[in-house]
Antibody, heavy 122, light 110 residues
Framework: QVQLQESGPGLVKPSQTLSLTCTVS??????????WSWIRQPAGKGLEWIGR???????NYNPSLKSRVTISVDTSKNQFSLKLSSVTAADTAVYYC??????????????WGQGTLVTVSS | SYVLTQPPSVSVAPGKTARITCGGN??????VHWYQQKPGQAPVLVIY???DRPSGIPERFSGSNSGNTATLTISRVEAGDEADYYC?????????????FGGGTKLTVL
């Protein structure tokens, strides 16, 4: 059974960089044709896809966040990471990591982490 | 950019059938996936590729997709089905491809 677990600071100051890591267990992050995504959800609101990385290192980002987002993968640690720069209060949300499966442009998410709340505040 | 429109809320009595719609321009040409999210929990995949069910999801959950509307149907609704439901597609209509979620529908079991 694949499991994903987010980790990182729960509080980030405005203008700083939010950094989160997702650790994958129960399977190798580099096996199979999977895409590894970050998704966020502000309190009481809907889901917003941030971006994804393939094990080859190729990435796709949400155009609305692209200028501030970097997603990377460390196959030796079975982890992938998110960096979101120049954060504001609008970036306060629960951040999920998820496994994407299916054709490259027909991905769906079959495994999700439990989510981690990140608050942007001074 | 591509927009998915869901009704904010749907109410249904136990044992009845709930239908949650997801509207989008020519959505029938895309693959639609559905997630169930209960309070304080991560989303759970309930339907993928329009109408396929993951293992462990009851047969009461089904999906369809045609024209400008995709529909998640929950038959014989139970109290435990009360949750938020989100549809999702991949928008590759421009150079800036991305995953798109609907705004979510809160299902209330009366």
């Amino acid at each position: 059974q694949v499991q994903l677990q987010e980790s990182g600071p729960g509080l980030v100051k405005p203008s700083q960089t939010l950094s989160l890591t997702c650790t994958v267990s129960g399977g190798s992050i580099s096996s199979g044709s999977y895409y590894w995504s970050w998704i966020r959800q502000p309190a009481g609101k809907g889901l917003e896809w941030i971006g994804r990385i393939y094990t080859s290192g190729s990435t796709n980002y949400n155009p609305s966040l692209k200028s501030r987002v970097t997603i990377s993968v460390d196959t030796s640690k079975n982890q992938f990471s998110l960096k979101l720069s120049s954060v504001t209060a609008a970036d306060t949300a629960v951040y999920y990591c998820a496994r994407g499966v299916g054709d490259g442009y027909n991905n769906y998410f079959d495994y999700w982490g439990q989510g981690t709340l990140v608050t942007v505040s001074s | 950019s591509y927009v998915l429109t869901q009704p904010p809320s749907v109410s249904v009595a136990p044992g009845k059938t709930a239908r949650i719609t997801c509207g989008g321009n020519n959505i029938g040409s895309k693959s639609v996936h559905w997630y169930q999210q209960k309070p304080g929990q991560a989303p759970v995949l309930v339907i993928y590729y329009d109408s396929d069910r993951p293992s462990g999801i009851p047969e009461r959950f089904s999906g369809s997709n045609s024209g400008n509307t995709a529909t998640l149907t929950i038959s014989r609704v139970e109290a435990g089905d009360e949750a938020d439901y989100y549809c999702q597609v991949w928008d590759s209509s421009s150079d800036l491809s991305r995953v798109v979620f609907g705004g979510g529908t809160k299902l209330t079991v009366l």
